[in-house]
């Protein structure tokens, strides 16, 4: 604010003796420019007046009426709400601790990988022709007789053990089995098993060479044991189905 003020008011004072005496001079424009500033109109509404001058009257077109005041509503009563009843909270258990370490796992060793070997043919057995046999049937098969110390085939103890192998190859379900014995003493009992173990393969050297699985085919040398009365020097080979054991399983 810019406040000019000079002021020089003629003032006559008698001296008192012996007194000094000041002279003062007023301007009434330069307290004219003391009264307060006039704030901006704001748009649309009326100027004020001006200092020292009465507002104009405002015309009765312009002048607006007050709006009646709305009426108060009426206070509405709720009714009070009940607070909600807590849900219980579910306990969650604890975590049972073991009271003793789990024991160490146990891991099995793999099986083992047996070699596959691929199957062995027996040599052909030679038959002469000379040799000492004789062919019995027996329920089954055959019963093949031979010389003493011998376990040489001759044409037809040869031709009995193609028959059955012929039977066999017709029926894979049929196992051969052959036993053999020899006689011989209690003092020496590994001559006489050797002989008709030699019995045996050279029977079953026949049959796997006319075509018989070896697996189908089994070798029995008894030695005497079990010999009987009858001829000690001789084998029986039987072809039948395995017997079936109460549980289903083949004996």
């Given at each position: ?51 020292g ?88 098969g ?5 010389g ?34 020899a ?29 018989v ?39």
């Open positions: 604010m810019r406040i000019v003020a000079m002021l020089c008011l003629p003032v006559l004072l008698l001296p008192w003796p012996g007194t000094a005496v000041a002279q003062v001079t007023t301007n009434d424009k330069a307290l004219e420019a003391l009264q307060p500033p006039v704030a901006p109109a704001k748009p649309g509404s009326a100027a004020p007046a001006a200092a001058k009465p507002a104009p009257a405002t015309p009765a077109a312009t002048q607006t009426t007050p709006k009646p005041a709305a009426p108060t509503p009426a206070p509405v009563h709720h009714a009070p709400h009940k607070a909600a009843a807590a849900k219980p909270v579910a306990k969650t258990p604890l975590p049972k601790v073991p009271l003793a370490p789990p024991p160490n796992p146990v891991i099995a060793p793999p099986p083992p990988v047996l070699p596959q070997h691929a199957r062995e043919t027996p040599p052909p057995v030679p038959i002469k022709a000379d040799a000492v046999g004789t062919v019995t049937k027996i329920d089954g055959a019963r093949l007789t031979f003493p110390g011998s376990s040489d085939l001759n044409d037809a103890t040869n031709a009995a053990l193609i028959e059955i192998a012929g039977a066999a190859r017709a029926d894979k379900q049929l196992i051969v089995t052959i036993t053999a014995w006689p011989g003493t209690a003092e020496d009992p590994s001559t006489p098993r050797r002989l008709s173990l030699d019995r045996a393969l050279a029977a079953r050297a026949v049959l796997i060479h006319e075509g699985e070896s697996e189908r085919v089994q070798a029995v040398a008894k030695g005497f044991v079990d010999i009987g009365t009858g001829n000690p020097d001789r084998l029986d080979i039987v072809a039948a189905h395995p017997r079936q054991t109460p549980e289903g399983k083949p004996r």
